[in-house]
């Protein structure tokens, strides 16, 4: 079956803090996105990864294809950064993206 | 990049009743999808909708209740007809520029908020 998982569903932390969110999923896949969807319900795409690691700005996503892993990353976290961060992957062979549950991101001020 | 407009934002309907939602991108794309996310949840796929041919349907969505119309390059429209309270969630338009696998970026449009009485 092909599955998505994110951990954690919800966290917490104050301005600043380095942050980081999971993802992972069970069997080979074409391309893996993160996404951003703040309170309206808009969503935006951060990354679409094949392989390795990509930056832009103060977000870092990387992928493990061997571990069937990736992370994103936030470094000096902002309240602005708050929302929540979804992944979405392309299973090998289907095209259509199949969805994390989501984690939920607070930054305190 | 592609920018998309979904109408409406949001609507309060009663129920048994129907709503269109109209999805538009600023530019050609080869691929649309219709999802809906309900409260607390992540998003499922509706549909993919391509020009030219009829809308491929994800299990449990049937095209009597979400009819989907694909005239061209730019434009699609979901209809959620007859509506019940069970209906009430999000609904998201999105596109991918190119066909085939892997889609290099997947657009999405700013949602529809539907509530149903």
């Known amino acids: 079956k092909n599955e998505v998982e994110q951990s954690p569903q919800n966290l917490t932390a104050q301005e600043g803090e380095f942050i980081t969110i999971n993802c992972s999923y069970s069997v080979g896949i074409s391309a893996l996105h993160w996404l951003q969807q703040h309170p309206g319900g808009g969503i935006v795409s951060l990354f679409m990864l094949s392989s390795g690691k990509k930056k832009h700005g103060r977000l870092i996503a990387t992928i493990n294809i061997q571990e069937k892993h990736s992370s994103l990353h936030i470094t000096a976290s902002h309240p602005r950064d708050s929302a929540v961060y979804i992944c979405?992957?392309?299973?090998?062979?289907?095209?259509?993206?199949?969805f994390g549950q989501g984690t939920r991101l607070t930054i305190n001020p | 990049s592609a920018v998309i407009s979904q109408k409406p934002s949001r609507d309060i309907c009663q129920r048994g009743t129907s709503l269109t939602i109209q999805c538009q991108v600023d530019?050609?794309?080869?691929?649309m999808f219709w999802y809906r996310q309900q409260p607390g949840q992540s998003l499922t796929l509706i549909a993919t909708?391509?020009?030219?041919?009829?809308?491929?349907?994800e299990s449990g969505f049937v095209i009597d209740k979400f009819p989907i119309s694909r005239p061209n390059l730019t434009f699609s429209t979901l209809t959620v007809s007859n509506m019940s309270p069970e209906d009430s969630s999000i609904y998201l338009c999105?596109?991918?520029?190119?066909?085939?696998?892997?889609?290099?970026?997947?657009?999405f449009g700013p949602g529809t908020r539907l509530t149903v009485l």
């Open positions: 979405a992957v392309e299973f090998k062979g289907a095209q259509k993206l199949v």
């Open positions: 530019s050609q794309v080869t691929m």
């Open positions: 999105s596109a991918s520029p190119w066909g085939g696998s892997p889609y290099n970026e997947q657009f």
């Open positions: 909708a391509n020009q030219g041919s009829e809308a491929t349907y």
